[in-house]
């Protein structure tokens, strides 16, 4: 706390999941999965054989797409999420750990992030599939319509995520001296009802 280090961690879990990601997508297998969730996406809407020719050629170039949107996005996402959080705790909950403090908690939860895609990467290789292998809708596609809002939010809820949440709750409860039970059940709410929406839309979208 009293000297909080982000960077390092920071580029460390990027540039692995850049590597990872990246790696799969390099592969003919990897590409032929990534053109089969670009052309079934339910906000792509009905693709017409040109459009599938051009992601076909697309393909070709999702590695170097998926990485440079990651080498973008993660910092860009763990910033705003630090931010976010330091508008809660300092402005409106009247804390007083700093920006620098809390992005280093934020950053710490990413080695969660590099151990899901270790595990994901290599079942969707196995299954030349794009989708991950550790959300709840695995455990209950043999029981609910793909297409139903109740498979899609099971489908958004990832148990690698509620692991990074519980311990972003941790981290939280530490800074702040707060207990842990009452972040962890707002961060775990908040994903859920962000991931309902999202499963609404989605349904919308592809009804």
Known sequence: MARPAWFGMLALTTATMVLIIGGFLLTHV???AWLEAAATSPFSGPVSDEQYQAMQKMSGYAAYIAGGS??????LVSALLAGLLFAIFNAALGGEASYRQLLAVVVHTGPIGVLAQLFTVPMNYARGTMSSGSNLGVFTQALLDDGSVAARLLGMIDLFVIWQLIVLAIGLAVLYRRRTQPIATA???TYFIIALVV???RHGASA
Do not use: D, T
């Open 187 to 189: 961060l775990l709410v």
């Open 30 to 32: 990897g590409q032929e």
């Open 199 to 201: 499963a609404i839309v």
């Open 70 to 75: 990651m080498l973008v996005m993660v910092p």
